[in-house]
């Protein structure tokens, strides 16, 4: 497709078990962002990749959280012992090498996590 | 918490002018950059300032003063479409993208 695509777009889970959310950029963009979207709230950062690097994993919440881009492509974004508190939509966003110069990220329409 | 302020709502009139404005931290600041997201859409780039002064896109234009490490969006010619949230972004130097809490703007018919 020609935009980010994002699966699952919804997933329901019970307290405690494992999730993984996928995110598909757009062809020959390098970069790619994981943030966590609250209601109400803005964008989270969680983790930033530059190819198949994690360039800055700071804003994943605790060790519960672990993102890989095995091959610079796609990206998982696993949560291990789901908890409540973990229930948001999940974004993912894509962009060129230049976003320092044009700042433009390209979502998705993103991962609805609910954690029963 | 997020290192940017901007207003958590705005109310505005159809056809009327509307500014979102959006105060940020300076630490490794390199521009500021704002997206729309309508309720259970994705965020939608609309545009970006790296250096000071006004960029205009159509009915809409973003403003950056650095010294005062502030910005604001202008939407002109509300359409009622244009209701939505608005997201201010600090894009740092080391291409982290922070962004604001939103903005949410009603426009009254």
């Known amino acids: 497709g020609a935009g980010v695509s994002q699966t699952p777009s919804n997933k329901v889970t019970e307290k405690g078990k494992y999730v993984e959310l996928r995110c598909d950029p757009i062809?020959?963009?390098?970069?790619l962002y994981w943030y966590r979207q609250s209601l109400g709230q803005g964008p989270e950062f969680l983790i930033y990749?530059?190819?198949?690097?994690?360039?800055?994993d700071s804003g994943l919440p605790n060790d519960r959280f672990f993102a890989v881009r095995p091959e610079g492509s796609v990206s998982t974004l696993k949560i291990q012992r789901t908890e409540r508190g973990d229930s948001a939509v999940y974004l993912c966003?894509?962009?060129?090498?230049?976003?320092?110069?044009?700042?433009?990220?390209?979502f998705g329409e993103g991962s609805r996590l609910t954690v029963l | 918490g997020q290192s940017l302020e901007q207003p958590s709502e705005v109310t505005a009139v159809e056809g009327a002018i509307v500014q979102i404005n959006c105060t940020y931290q300076?630490?490794?600041?390199?521009?500021l950059s704002w997206y729309q997201q309508h309720d259970g859409g994705a965020p939608t780039f609309l545009s970006y300032?790296?250096?000071?002064g006004l960029e205009e896109t159509g009915r809409f234009s973003s403003f950056l003063s650095r010294s005062d490490s502030y910005g604001y969006l202008l939407l002109q010619e509300l359409q009622m479409k244009d209701s939505a949230s608005y997201f201010c972004?600090?894009?740092?130097?080391?291409?982290?993208?922070?962004f604001g809490k939103g903005t949410r703007l009603h426009i009254l018919p």
């Open positions: 966003a894509s962009s060129f090498l230049d976003r320092a110069t044009t700042g433009e990220l390209f």
């Open positions: 062809s020959g963009h390098t970069a």
């Open positions: 990749f530059q190819g198949t690097g994690a360039a800055d």
């Open positions: 300076t630490s490794g600041f390199y521009g």
């Open positions: 300032n790296a250096l000071d």
């Open positions: 972004g600090r894009n740092r130097c080391d291409d982290k993208i922070i």
